[in-house]
């Protein structure tokens, strides 16, 4: 069974542009979520999608966005970048989010924004 | 508001040597408890989830504890391999926000020298 595929897996940004993200998830998984990971702040929630909902949000600002589609793939997007989102983007898929089966994780988007 | 702290931030050891991790949380109102391995520039693995009903999960050389009454939860490795160096990280599913919305610790760094 595949993993969770996360492209790309390098962007390069300059400050006010906007970028996408991309998630696919293992097959048969509905709920995806997104993280943020930085030396300073470690992982932070962004934020959770099951059937093409938001399910649950953190504290982001409404610069970072998401949708999910039919086929439970999802797309972050970023806009208006500023230096400080530099980050790696994760996203980590499980059956359901509320289950007990462990989330598993792609291995990321690092994004720099210059 | 759940914090997750993990206990030593960095941890080097000689091969062979059984060590443990520590990882602490404030509000024992948790679904479960999950480690996780990151290598450098890598995604989250998956290593042992401790539903809140349980104690102890084992994986091989593995094994997790989960005292909720205290809120900690230990990672004990067997027999110490180069192979193992690696961030752990810890994270809890906050039984009353859950959705895929894990609070992580900041990690544990360990080296383990041949």
């Known amino acids: 069974k595949a993993g969770v595929t996360q492209t790309p897996r390098y962007l390069i940004k300059t400050r006010g542009q906007q970028v996408t993200l991309s998630c696919s998830p293992i097959?048969?998984?509905?709920?995806v979520s997104w993280y943020q990971q930085t030396p300073g702040q470690g992982l932070q929630f962004l934020f959770e999608?099951?059937?093409?909902?938001?399910?649950n949000k953190g504290n982001f600002p409404g610069r970072f966005s998401g949708r999910q589609f039919s086929n439970s793939r999802s797309e972050m997007n970023v806009s208006t970048l500023e230096l400080g989102d530099s980050a790696l983007y994760l996203c980590?898929?499980?059956?359901?989010?509320?289950?007990?089966?462990?989330?598993?994780f792609g291995n990321g988007t690092r994004l720099t924004v210059t | 508001k759940q914090e997750v702290t993990q206990i030593p931030a960095a941890l080097s050891v000689p091969e062979g040597e059984n060590l443990v991790l520590n990882c602490s949380f404030t509000?024992?109102?948790?679904?479960?408890l999950q480690w996780f391995r990151q290598d450098p520039g890598k995604g989250l693995t998956s290593l042992l989830l401790?539903?809140?009903?349980?104690r102890e999960q084992t994986s091989g050389r593995l094994n997790a504890s989960l005292d909720k009454s205290s809120g900690r939860s230990t990672l004990y490795i067997a027999a110490s391999q180069p192979g193992d160096s690696a961030t752990y990280l810890c994270?809890?599913?906050?039984?009353?926000?859950?959705?895929?919305?894990?609070?992580f610790g900041q990690g544990t760094e360990l080296s383990v020298k041949p």
């Open positions: 994270a809890v599913l906050s039984r009353y926000n859950q959705g895929g919305k894990l609070i």
């Open positions: 999608y099951f059937s093409e909902t938001q399910r």
């Open positions: 097959s048969g998984h509905r709920s």
């Open positions: 980590a898929s499980s059956l359901d989010g509320h289950d007990n089966s462990p989330l598993h």
């Open positions: 401790i539903q809140s009903s349980q």
């Open positions: 509000d024992s109102a948790i679904y479960n």
